[in-house]
């Protein structure tokens, strides 16, 4: 494709080469307003200008906590465009959660929503902090536009206290020119960003990315969608979070660098996505299951006309068969999965050339080698036969600081350095992988990976909690409902459910926070104290059977 770019270049160059190229072509569309590549490029580097001004360094730290707007996007590439180093963040995270990104990441700058300027200030003075710069997801929309959702109290506004080191995105735009330094970056050593995951242990890890490394699988998207999305004549809706690394590998592999038109959705309201599909022509969704299973319920969906969807994606969790059965009958179209972790990046697509099978994540990217393995013992499972998926790649790197989980999640074979999945697949002869299962301490809620060992702390952190184990409990409209088994103390007098499920919302963001919480004398253990999750999981299924 005429949009291909090298792992020897930056991130930001098949964005920089499509603007030279087709300047005026449409880049965004935002709540009815379109940026073209040539502004959006402007914008980019008036905003990079700004960030080196007010003293942000190469490999500086610079937290995104925002929703999905034009904003994210400018300062995402004009933070890499001065060799600094974005870590975003979902806009709904607590102070507890941001403040403990913002000290293990070591950020000294933050941009963030007026609405979620509070927690910034509540937590400012306990973390690196130095500056933060705020904006709202109107700002660049037209004057009358703005008033308009102002006076009808469409547009939320939060209460922004203006100090010295408070700034406004607006304002750096308009001060500062398109013109910043020139930095010197080698793309496979230069960190392109550090997301933040869950896992086995605890709060989450930073995982970094090189710009090589997320370059290497929008190289590879390339090669799948080669000859069916086309370069400049297909239109994307992302509603899926840029904060995560689904969307975000796919909004540059199918849109952004190639010349597509992309619908930014800044909150995933099903009738507001419907429409824009309608009004746009979109021909490209991506969603994960309970995206989908919404859409289908949604009682207003005959009022749509959604034929000019070509190509939809799942991915984040198992797509249910019912749900890939029912939305091929609305719209004569399959939906392909996209798979992967933060840790490895993207590693699978489904093959375009024919309806994929409802669980198959597609067949590995050739910049990823894959290994099916007995967990236990790490022996190689006979061809067909269940295993644990293992990930190489020469852009494999350590979590941030975390040897110790490091150590727990990348194992040597053969020379090699493997990141553990955790997911249980088997490959057919096609080459496809097919999913089967997860380990028992991720819970996929809404289309969220939540990490079953960060609600388990925090219920840990509550006075009167001596012990605590949070498991998935299936339900077909959200995939699981998070569910905590509580040991408390002999002392403890006077602590219920209400209590602690209070003490996660204000710690925890909303998909994460337990909707039951079942209280015991005791949780079961292995012989070297290790939690055993999967007892009580399996008990849980048990119950439902």
């Not at 929503?113 to 130095?130: C, H, I, M, R």
């Not at 086309?230 to 849109?255: Q, W, Y």
């Not at 299936?474 to 699981?480: C, L, Q, T, Y």
Request: with cysteine; aromatic share 10%.
């Amino acid at each position: 494709m005429k949009g291909i770019i090298s792992v020897e270049e930056e991130v930001i160059t098949g964005l920089e080469r499509v603007t030279h190229n087709l300047p005026d072509k449409v880049a965004l569309v935002y709540l009815g307003e379109t940026i073209t590549y040539r502004a959006l490029q402007e914008m980019i580097y008036r905003f990079a200008t700004a960030l080196y001004e007010l003293g942000v360094e190469k490999n500086d730290k610079v937290m995104l906590y925002l929703s999905n707007c034009p904003q994210w996007i400018i300062a995402y590439f004009a933070i890499q465009k001065i060799g600094a180093i974005p870590v975003p963040t979902s806009p709904i995270y607590t102070p507890y959660e941001i403040s403990y990104q913002l000290n293990d990441s070591g950020a000294e700058t933050i941009i963030c929503q007026d609405t979620n300027f509070g927690y910034v200030s509540e937590v400012f003075a306990k973390t690196p902090l130095k500056r933060v710069i705020v904006t709202n997801l109107v700002d660049l929309l037209p004057w009358w536009k703005k008033t308009t959702g102002w006076v009808f109290d469409r547009v939320p506004r939060g209460i922004v206290e203006k100090n010295a080191h408070t700034y406004f995105f607006l304002d750096l735009l308009r001060k500062y020119p398109p013109q910043p330094p020139p930095v010197v970056i080698n793309p496979q050593e230069q960190l392109a960003y550090i997301l933040y995951t869950g896992g086995t242990t605890g709060l989450p890890k930073g995982v970094p990315g090189t710009h090589s490394g997320m370059v290497s699988y929008v190289k590879d998207y390339y090669d799948v969608i080669e000859g069916h999305v086309s370069e400049g004549h297909d239109c994307f809706i992302l509603v899926n979070p840029l904060f995560h690394i689904m969307a975000k590998g796919m909004f540059m592999g199918i849109a952004l660098t190639i010349g597509n038109p992309t619908v930014l959705m800044p909150v995933p309201i099903v009738d507001a996505i419907l429409e824009a599909i309608q009004k746009y022509k979109v021909s490209m969704l991506l969603g994960v299951p309970a995206l989908y299973r919404m859409i289908l319920e949604n009682d207003r969906l005959d009022l749509y006309n959604l034929a000019s969807l070509k190509y939809c994606w799942s991915g984040g969790d198992v797509l249910p068969i019912e749900v890939f059965k029912r939305f091929k009958e609305l719209t004569k179209r399959p939906i392909y999965q996209v798979y992967g972790s933060t840790e490895v990046g993207h590693l699978c697509l489904s093959p375009m050339h024919k309806d994929p099978a409802p669980q198959s994540l597609g067949i590995p990217f050739p910049s990823r080698e894959i290994k099916i393995l007995e967990p236990n013992n790490l022996e190689a499972v006979k061809p067909g036969e269940v295993g644990e998926l293992l990930v190489t790649s020469e852009f494999l790197m350590d979590y941030w600081k975390k040897p110790k989980e490091t150590a727990q999640s990348f194992v040597y074979i053969d020379g090699k350095r493997w990141y553990r999945m955790g997911d249980f697949v088997r490959i057919d002869d096609t080459g496809e992988l097919h999913y089967v299962d997860r380990r028992a301490d991720i819970i996929k809620h809404r289309g969220y990976r939540v990490s079953a060992s960060e609600i388990e702390a925090v219920l840990q952190d509550h006075e009167a909690v001596v012990g605590a184990c949070a498991v998935g409990v299936a339900d077909p409209k959200v995939g699981e409902r998070i569910k905590a088994i509580v040991v408390l103390k002999e002392s403890a007098r006077g602590v219920d459910a209400g209590e602690l499920v209070s003490w996660c919302r204000e710690r925890l963001a909303f998909y994460k926070v337990p909707q039951y919480i079942e209280f015991r004398d005791m949780l079961p253990k292995s012989k070297v104290g290790k939690l055993l999750r999967r007892e009580i999981r399996d008990e849980e299924r048990r119950r439902q059977t």
